[in-house]
């Protein structure tokens, strides 16, 4: 009896130690949250190759080897594919030769979600089509134009205001609100100049006049339910993060609608891993698809606070390796505010005022950028209370603290 005790305790001892054997990740793009990635990895026995297109990238400092080129060169993405050979890729950043990540993927290495998902959500033109015409999502009406007059004929017809975005970019870059006619030609020289790529087109969207706008980090499994995170409430300025808070205040059956969407849309790009689902919420229209990343989102920071029972990064990590994840739990209220530079400088920067953030369930994170520009995101403050606490007492502690660092030319 005892020996058949043993075998029956032994077996799904072997299953979770099959899950757990090391792999290797290929991570595409090497920031402050492919930085926080790498650690979680790092945490679960992972091997973690950051790569970035500059050298002393946040997670080079943290992973166990490194590779510095262009994600943009196709034949240099394969190189590194070749040379380390790992069973996951993540990409982490947008300007990626993403068509590549079918091949790799019909060879058998895991692209994180997918190569699918990454190819059309690292194109607003591709997600958009997806969500609006294939799949019925309620968003703006939007246009796209590949020259000056193709953005005045859609201005024309969607009228003021309107959003101009290029259709690759990242944190805001290249993203305008035109008021006028007069306002086209910066709108198309910005859009332009702030695209991230080879990929010169814009979108050009119908103004939404929302109360509020939403992250709803979505997670999908390999073997297991669509899970939701409590949604993240958002402060913008020239479309960059730099306030995020959970939970956001949101109707119930708005929630709802935002969690049937961004079901819908996941499930249709197939494959295992987080997603920043983005979303324009009006008391008067319900809720608006915007974006999507297949990735760990900026305004996700806040889950660093200890909101939940596994930050947005650790989510990430688990459902790549296909770890079990049966519930997310809201576990405390955060906030988060960003540490910015004020200055351009190639040499790294310093540091003043650390010590003042070192308050009661507050937190901070430097990201380790080797370079700094104006308005560059270099830490983050991230604040926890009770469930019960004032949620906006919990952000303007975030916001107090993260304005007594002070970023510095060395």
């Not at 009661?360 to 430097?366: K, M, S, T």
């Amino acid at each position: 009896m005892a020996a058949e005790r043993k075998v029956r305790v032994s077996r799904p001892m072997v299953r979770i130690q099959q899950i757990l054997d090391m792999k290797k990740i290929l991570l595409l793009g090497s920031g402050e949250l492919g930085k926080e990635f790498t650690i979680a990895a790092q945490r679960l026995g992972q091997h973690v190759i950051a790569c970035d297109s500059y050298p002393g990238a946040p997670a080079m400092q943290v992973a166990d080897e490194f590779e510095v080129f262009s994600m943009l060169d196709g034949e240099a993405l394969e190189n590194a594919v070749r040379k380390h050979r790992p069973d996951i890729i993540v990409p982490e950043i947008e300007a990626i030769r993403t068509e590549r990540l079918y091949d790799f993927e019909a060879e058998g290495v895991q692209v994180t979600p997918s190569a699918r998902a990454v190819n059309f959500t690292m194109n607003r033109k591709a997600i958009r089509d997806l969500a609006a015409k294939e799949l019925g999502l309620k968003t703006a009406k939007y246009f796209y134009a590949t020259t000056f007059e193709e953005l005045q004929a859609a201005a024309e017809q969607i009228g003021f205001p309107c959003v101009v975005k290029p259709l690759m970019s990242s944190s805001g870059k290249g993203q305008s609100v035109v008021k006028s006619a007069a306002d086209l030609q910066h709108a198309w020289e910005y859009g332009i100049s702030g695209s991230r790529g080879d990929l010169k087109e814009l979108i050009i969207e119908e103004f939404i006049k929302f109360d509020s706008e939403i992250t709803l980090l979505t997670v999908t499994q390999k073997n297991g339910p669509t899970l939701f995170c409590p949604p993240i409430g958002h402060v913008q300025k020239g479309g960059d993060y730099r306030e995020s808070f959970q939970p956001a205040a949101i109707a119930p059956e708005h929630l709802k609608e935002a969690q049937e969407m961004a079901a819908k849309v996941t499930e249709a790009l197939t494959g295992a891993g987080l997603w920043g689902v983005e979303f324009f919420l009006s008391h008067e229209n319900g809720v608006y698809f915007s974006e999507l990343s297949p990735r760990p989102h900026d305004t996700g920071m806040v889950t660093l606070a200890g909101t939940q029972n596994f930050n947005e990064f650790e989510l990430h990590l688990r459902a790549a390796l296909g770890l079990p994840i049966p519930c997310i739990k809201q576990m405390r209220i955060g906030a988060s505010a960003v540490i910015l530079s004020t200055f351009a400088s190639e040499k790294a920067p310093e540091y003043k005022g650390l010590e003042l953030t070192c308050e009661e369930d507050a937190d901070l994170r430097i990201f380790g950028k080797p370079t700094t520009r104006v308005g560059r995101r270099m830490g983050v403050v991230v604040v926890n209370a009770p469930l019960d606490a004032n949620l906006d007492d919990v952000r303007d502690k975030a916001k107090r603290l993260a304005d007594c660092v002070e970023v510095f030319e060395a």
